[in-house]
């Protein structure tokens, strides 16, 4: 099975800043990743996915890089919207499918 | 509109067996490329990977946790059932159906182009006590 591992736990980031987000896997998955963005109380919503798309609505400041085990979220400009927790999702072959466990991006 | 709703047992005992609906509208899970998954996160902990079912009844399931899991599909309800048996305290968690979309390009490796889950169900809370 896959292990995805994300880094770092917690950011804190001044609005207006840019966060950068990482995520690993434990073999490669080339390009089969997406991001999902989490509040308190909601369900995740999907951001990116095959590493670099951007789901339907979602803002160009989120951008996703990257392939093989080595990926980043991009948040260009943080604005208060989006201080919540960010996922990374493995679905790479034949399932299971991992997540990672999480970065919190928390205000400075 | 697409939308998902999780149903079931807000309180089971341990070694019970917990089963789970998921109700879903807006697309049907006969048509080509659609597959419903099943997420559950502990309160204040990670999302974890269930199962997944495809269009094609491919049935998918989580490692750690094949054992104990069923998940199967009335595509003329529209509902995703997942069965968890042998229930303990470490279950307690939400519980999210969620639906994804994609296309076999190499279907003999597993090579599957994903669109992500890109509409999820509000989940249901499931505490594990006696």
């Known amino acids: 099975e896959i292990v995805v591992t994300q880094s770092p736990a917690t950011l804190s980031v001044s609005p207006g800043e840019r966060a950068t987000l990482s995520c690993r896997a434990s073999?490669?998955?080339?390009?089969?990743l997406a991001w999902y963005q989490q509040k308190p109380g909601q369900p995740p919503r999907l951001l990116i996915y095959g590493a670099s798309t951007r789901a339907t609505g979602i803002p160009v400041r989120f951008s996703g890089s990257g392939s093989g085990t080595e990926f980043t979220l991009t948040i260009s400009s943080l604005q208060s919207e989006d201080f919540a927790v960010y996922y990374c999702h493995q679905y790479n072959g034949w399932p299971p499918w991992t997540f990672g466990q999480g970065t919190k991006v928390e205000i400075k | 509109q697409v939308t998902l709703r999780e149903s079931g047992p807000a309180l089971v005992k341990p070694t019970q067996t917990l089963t789970l609906t998921c109700t879903f509208s807006g697309f049907s899970l006969s048509t080509s490329g659609m597959c419903v998954t099943w997420i559950r996160q502990p309160p204040g902990k990670a999302l974890e990977w269930l199962a997944r079912i495809n269009w094609e009844d491919d049935k998918y399931y989580s490692t750690s946790l094949k054992t104990r899991l069923t998940i199967s599909k009335d595509t003329s309800k529209n509902q995703v059932v997942l069965t968890v048996t042998n229930m303990g305290p470490v279950d307690t968690a939400t519980y999210y159906c969620?639906?994804?979309?994609?296309?076999?390009?190499?279907?003999?490796?597993?090579?599957?182009?994903?669109?992500?889950?890109?509409?999820w169900g509000q989940g249901t809370a499931v505490t594990v006590s006696s």
């Open positions: 073999q490669s998955v080339s390009s089969n």
């Open positions: 969620a639906r994804g979309r994609g296309y076999y390009y190499h279907r003999g490796s597993g090579g599957y182009y994903f669109y992500g889950m890109d509409v």
